[in-house]
């Protein structure tokens, strides 16, 4: 005798940085198994593989997870939440506004003080997940012009990037070296894959720091970021704030 056959119902996203389309399918026990475990990891590559892996069986397999930009990743990862939890986040912060906290004269001696502390009041947000969006800043292009008809084009780090991205953190020639897609000219596009590494070396070699800073300012510091901005007032100090969540961890 077999037992019934649940449905599982399917959905259909947009992927930001490329527009494709994806069928989807919330969670189902099995991947809340593996949520229950990440929560309780402070690691931070441990939990953005652990959502790689619930994205791609989300997906029916048919993404290159390893590949994903780190920011799709996110995106896709808060779609398969909402359609699996539902659509709203309740996250709880403390209020870093500094106020006066009085230290006590001890007695016998010695005057009271007021010191600057964190209020530490709670602060209870309410995030709508179909509110949080991938955010582009004006002026971002992955792909940059560099000189006499020669330019690059850039990708954005996956989650195999990860370790090189930390392990590099002070070194934006190392960075660049390892995320350049393809170089061109005004006769083709040289893809890095079919380029020996000892050529693409040379070419970052080559790089100016005028050009270095150049694809810093069109591509690293305006890069495509998940987040979401929202208004508060701390009930503790009374305080008129805003918070950025931005990125997997703030909203996991």
Do not use: W
């Amino acid at each position: 005798m077999s037992l019934p056959k649940l449905t599982i119902q399917s959905y259909t996203m947009t992927i930001p940085s490329s527009g494709k389309k994806v069928k989807f399918r919330p969670f189902l026990s099995k991947e809340e198994k593996i949520l229950m475990m990440v929560k309780q990891s402070s690691n931070s590559e441990e939990i953005l593989s652990s959502v790689r892996e619930i994205v791609d069986v989300c997906t029916y397999q048919k993404l290159d997870t390893k590949q994903l930009a780190l920011f799709d990743l996110e995106y896709i990862f808060l779609q398969l939440r909402a359609k699996s939890v539902g659509e709203v986040i309740e996250i709880d912060m403390k209020c870093i506004n500094e106020v006066d906290k009085i230290i006590p004269a001890v007695e016998g001696g010695g005057d009271t003080q007021t010191i600057k502390k964190p209020c530490g009041g709670v602060i209870p947000f309410v995030i709508n997940i179909e509110d949080i969006k991938v955010n582009v800043p004006e002026g971002h292009t992955k792909t940059i012009s560099l000189e006499n008809d020669i330019g690059i084009t850039m990708r954005y780090p996956s989650v195999d990037d990860v370790e090189m991205l930390e392990a590099n953190k002070d070194d934006d020639i190392e960075i660049i070296f390892n995320l350049i897609e393809s170089i061109y000219d005004k006769d083709q596009i040289y893809d890095v894959a079919d380029t020996s590494k000892e050529e693409l070396q040379e070419f970052v070699d080559n790089l100016s720091t005028k050009l270095i800073e150049k694809i810093r300012k069109e591509f690293f510091y305006t890069m495509p970021t998940l987040s979401h901005t929202i208004k508060y007032k701390c009930a503790a100090c009374g305080v008129d704030g805003e918070y950025t969540f931005s990125g997997i961890n703030d909203f996991f």
